[in-house]
Antibody, heavy 115, light 108 residues
Protein backbone atom coordinates (compact mmCIF):
# COMPACT_ATOMS: atom_id res chain seq x y z
CA UNK A 1 0.00 0.00 0.00
CA UNK A 2 1.03 3.62 -0.44
CA UNK A 3 3.21 5.02 2.33
CA UNK A 4 4.66 8.47 2.93
CA UNK A 5 7.87 9.21 4.81
CA UNK A 6 9.18 12.60 5.81
CA UNK A 7 12.90 13.26 6.07
CA UNK A 8 15.04 16.24 6.86
CA UNK A 9 18.38 17.38 8.24
CA UNK A 10 17.28 17.93 11.83
CA UNK A 11 17.29 21.09 14.00
CA UNK A 12 17.20 24.46 12.30
CA UNK A 13 18.58 27.75 13.57
CA UNK A 14 16.46 30.92 13.69
CA UNK A 15 16.43 32.89 10.41
CA UNK A 16 17.54 29.82 8.42
CA UNK A 17 15.50 27.75 5.97
CA UNK A 18 13.71 24.58 7.01
CA UNK A 19 13.88 21.86 4.35
CA UNK A 20 11.94 18.60 4.34
CA UNK A 21 11.34 15.88 1.77
CA UNK A 22 8.47 13.42 1.54
CA UNK A 23 9.10 10.12 -0.23
CA UNK A 24 6.08 8.29 -1.61
CA UNK A 25 6.45 4.52 -1.77
CA UNK A 26 4.12 1.77 -2.96
CA UNK A 27 2.51 3.98 -5.59
CA UNK A 28 3.08 6.79 -8.04
CA UNK A 29 3.16 10.44 -7.14
CA UNK A 30 1.45 11.21 -10.42
CA UNK A 31 -2.22 12.15 -10.70
CA UNK A 32 -2.49 13.26 -7.08
CA UNK A 33 -2.19 16.37 -4.97
CA UNK A 34 0.29 16.33 -2.10
CA UNK A 35 0.29 18.51 0.99
CA UNK A 36 2.34 19.62 3.96
CA UNK A 37 0.71 20.14 7.36
CA UNK A 38 2.25 20.98 10.70
CA UNK A 39 1.17 20.47 14.30
CA UNK A 40 2.35 22.43 17.30
CA UNK A 41 1.04 22.69 20.85
CA UNK A 42 0.38 26.38 20.40
CA UNK A 43 -1.34 26.45 17.01
CA UNK A 44 -2.70 22.92 16.61
CA UNK A 45 -2.95 21.52 13.10
CA UNK A 46 -2.12 23.98 10.33
CA UNK A 47 -2.27 23.27 6.61
CA UNK A 48 0.82 24.69 4.91
CA UNK A 49 0.15 24.10 1.23
CA UNK A 50 -0.15 21.60 -1.59
CA UNK A 51 1.41 20.75 -4.92
CA UNK A 52 -0.06 18.84 -7.85
CA UNK A 53 2.24 16.33 -9.50
CA UNK A 54 2.38 18.65 -12.51
CA UNK A 55 3.84 21.38 -10.30
CA UNK A 56 0.97 23.76 -9.59
CA UNK A 57 0.84 24.95 -6.00
CA UNK A 58 -1.45 26.56 -3.43
CA UNK A 59 -0.25 27.93 -0.11
CA UNK A 60 -1.77 29.04 3.16
CA UNK A 61 -1.85 32.86 3.01
CA UNK A 62 -0.42 33.00 6.53
CA UNK A 63 2.79 31.33 5.34
CA UNK A 64 2.79 32.09 1.63
CA UNK A 65 5.64 34.59 1.70
CA UNK A 66 7.99 32.01 3.24
CA UNK A 67 6.89 28.69 1.70
CA UNK A 68 7.99 26.82 -1.39
CA UNK A 69 6.73 23.33 -2.24
CA UNK A 70 8.29 21.47 -5.13
CA UNK A 71 7.95 18.00 -6.69
CA UNK A 72 10.37 15.54 -8.27
CA UNK A 73 8.33 12.91 -10.08
CA UNK A 74 11.44 10.97 -11.11
CA UNK A 75 12.20 10.32 -7.45
CA UNK A 76 8.55 10.07 -6.32
CA UNK A 77 9.23 12.88 -3.86
CA UNK A 78 7.95 16.31 -2.98
CA UNK A 79 9.61 18.87 -0.76
CA UNK A 80 8.96 21.78 1.58
CA UNK A 81 11.10 24.84 2.15
CA UNK A 82 10.17 27.35 4.84
CA UNK A 83 12.42 30.37 5.07
CA UNK A 84 13.28 32.77 7.88
CA UNK A 85 12.16 30.38 10.59
CA UNK A 86 11.59 31.35 14.21
CA UNK A 87 10.81 29.36 17.34
CA UNK A 88 7.14 29.59 16.35
CA UNK A 89 7.88 27.26 13.45
CA UNK A 90 8.84 24.44 15.82
CA UNK A 91 6.35 21.67 15.12
CA UNK A 92 5.78 18.15 13.89
CA UNK A 93 5.64 18.40 10.10
CA UNK A 94 3.51 15.92 8.16
CA UNK A 95 3.26 15.21 4.48
CA UNK A 96 -0.03 13.88 3.17
CA UNK A 97 -1.88 12.89 0.02
CA UNK A 98 -4.58 15.32 -1.01
CA UNK A 99 -5.06 19.02 -1.57
CA UNK A 100 -7.42 20.17 1.13
CA UNK A 101 -8.90 16.77 2.13
CA UNK A 102 -6.02 14.70 3.45
CA UNK A 103 -6.57 11.02 2.84
CA UNK A 104 -3.20 9.53 3.79
CA UNK A 105 -0.53 10.92 6.10
CA UNK A 106 3.12 10.27 6.78
CA UNK A 107 4.23 9.56 10.33
CA UNK A 108 5.55 13.09 10.81
CA UNK A 109 8.90 14.54 11.77
CA UNK A 110 9.67 16.94 14.61
CA UNK A 111 11.51 20.05 13.55
CA UNK A 112 12.95 22.20 16.31
CA UNK A 113 14.03 25.77 15.67
CA UNK A 114 16.68 26.71 18.17
CA UNK A 115 19.99 28.47 18.29
CA UNK B 1 -10.77 31.94 7.31
CA UNK B 2 -13.29 29.60 8.92
CA UNK B 3 -12.71 28.93 12.62
CA UNK B 4 -13.79 25.53 13.93
CA UNK B 5 -14.61 25.12 17.62
CA UNK B 6 -14.76 21.61 19.02
CA UNK B 7 -16.48 20.63 22.24
CA UNK B 8 -16.01 19.31 24.74
CA UNK B 9 -12.25 19.59 25.02
CA UNK B 10 -12.10 16.28 26.86
CA UNK B 11 -14.66 13.50 27.10
CA UNK B 12 -14.18 10.93 29.86
CA UNK B 13 -16.10 7.75 29.12
CA UNK B 14 -15.97 4.01 29.70
CA UNK B 15 -15.68 1.33 27.01
CA UNK B 16 -19.12 0.49 25.67
CA UNK B 17 -20.47 4.00 26.22
CA UNK B 18 -21.62 6.39 23.51
CA UNK B 19 -19.47 9.39 22.57
CA UNK B 20 -20.86 12.53 20.97
CA UNK B 21 -18.37 15.11 19.70
CA UNK B 22 -19.32 18.53 18.39
CA UNK B 23 -17.71 20.78 15.79
CA UNK B 24 -19.08 24.27 15.19
CA UNK B 25 -17.94 26.52 12.35
CA UNK B 26 -17.72 30.32 12.41
CA UNK B 27 -19.50 30.39 9.04
CA UNK B 28 -21.30 27.87 6.87
CA UNK B 29 -19.11 25.09 5.52
CA UNK B 30 -19.48 24.91 1.77
CA UNK B 31 -21.20 21.75 0.49
CA UNK B 32 -20.64 20.04 3.83
CA UNK B 33 -16.94 19.78 3.10
CA UNK B 34 -16.28 18.72 6.67
CA UNK B 35 -13.88 15.92 7.62
CA UNK B 36 -13.08 14.12 10.86
CA UNK B 37 -9.69 12.67 11.79
CA UNK B 38 -8.56 10.41 14.61
CA UNK B 39 -5.11 10.79 16.13
CA UNK B 40 -3.49 8.43 18.61
CA UNK B 41 -0.35 9.32 20.63
CA UNK B 42 2.76 9.37 18.48
CA UNK B 43 0.78 8.77 15.29
CA UNK B 44 -0.40 10.87 12.40
CA UNK B 45 -4.06 11.78 12.03
CA UNK B 46 -6.18 9.22 10.18
CA UNK B 47 -9.14 10.23 8.03
CA UNK B 48 -12.45 8.96 9.41
CA UNK B 49 -15.09 10.93 7.49
CA UNK B 50 -15.37 13.30 4.60
CA UNK B 51 -18.38 15.16 3.28
CA UNK B 52 -19.60 15.25 6.89
CA UNK B 53 -21.02 11.73 6.80
CA UNK B 54 -19.10 9.55 4.33
CA UNK B 55 -16.89 6.99 6.05
CA UNK B 56 -13.35 6.61 4.82
CA UNK B 57 -12.10 3.17 3.85
CA UNK B 58 -11.93 0.70 6.73
CA UNK B 59 -13.75 2.82 9.31
CA UNK B 60 -16.14 0.67 11.38
CA UNK B 61 -19.82 1.48 11.38
CA UNK B 62 -19.91 2.26 15.10
CA UNK B 63 -18.60 5.63 13.91
CA UNK B 64 -21.07 8.03 12.31
CA UNK B 65 -20.88 11.61 11.13
CA UNK B 66 -23.66 14.11 10.63
CA UNK B 67 -24.46 17.76 10.30
CA UNK B 68 -24.51 20.62 7.82
CA UNK B 69 -24.04 24.36 7.67
CA UNK B 70 -22.21 25.31 10.84
CA UNK B 71 -22.94 22.37 13.16
CA UNK B 72 -21.44 18.91 12.81
CA UNK B 73 -21.31 15.84 15.03
CA UNK B 74 -19.16 12.74 15.27
CA UNK B 75 -20.76 9.88 17.18
CA UNK B 76 -19.17 6.66 18.37
CA UNK B 77 -22.02 4.37 19.31
CA UNK B 78 -20.09 1.99 21.60
CA UNK B 79 -16.55 2.86 22.53
CA UNK B 80 -13.94 0.19 21.95
CA UNK B 81 -10.54 0.36 23.70
CA UNK B 82 -8.87 1.41 20.43
CA UNK B 83 -11.21 4.41 20.06
CA UNK B 84 -9.65 6.39 22.90
CA UNK B 85 -7.80 9.12 21.03
CA UNK B 86 -8.00 12.76 19.95
CA UNK B 87 -10.50 13.66 17.23
CA UNK B 88 -10.22 16.67 14.95
CA UNK B 89 -12.69 18.20 12.56
CA UNK B 90 -11.50 20.01 9.43
CA UNK B 91 -13.29 22.11 6.85
CA UNK B 92 -12.03 21.88 3.30
CA UNK B 93 -14.68 23.92 1.52
CA UNK B 94 -12.90 27.24 1.55
CA UNK B 95 -9.33 28.41 1.51
CA UNK B 96 -7.38 27.92 3.63
CA UNK B 97 -8.57 24.57 5.01
CA UNK B 98 -8.69 24.75 8.79
CA UNK B 99 -8.83 22.36 11.72
CA UNK B 100 -10.60 22.43 15.05
CA UNK B 101 -8.67 22.28 18.29
CA UNK B 102 -9.58 18.66 18.94
CA UNK B 103 -11.58 16.61 21.44
CA UNK B 104 -9.74 14.07 23.55
CA UNK B 105 -11.74 10.95 24.33
CA UNK B 106 -10.18 9.39 27.41
CA UNK B 107 -10.91 6.35 29.51
CA UNK B 108 -12.91 7.16 32.62
Amino acid sequence: QVQLQESGPGPVKPSETLSLTCTVSGGSISSYYWSWIRQSPGKGLEWIGYIYYSGSTNYNPSLKSRVTISVDTSKNQFSLKLSSVTAADTAVYYCARGSWLLTLWGQGTLVTVSS
Amino acid sequence: EIVLTQSPGTLSLSPGERATLSCRASQSVSSSYLAWYQQKPGQAPRLLFYGASSRATGIPDRFSGSGSGTDFTLTISRLEPEDFAVYYCQQYGSSPPTFGGGTKVEIK
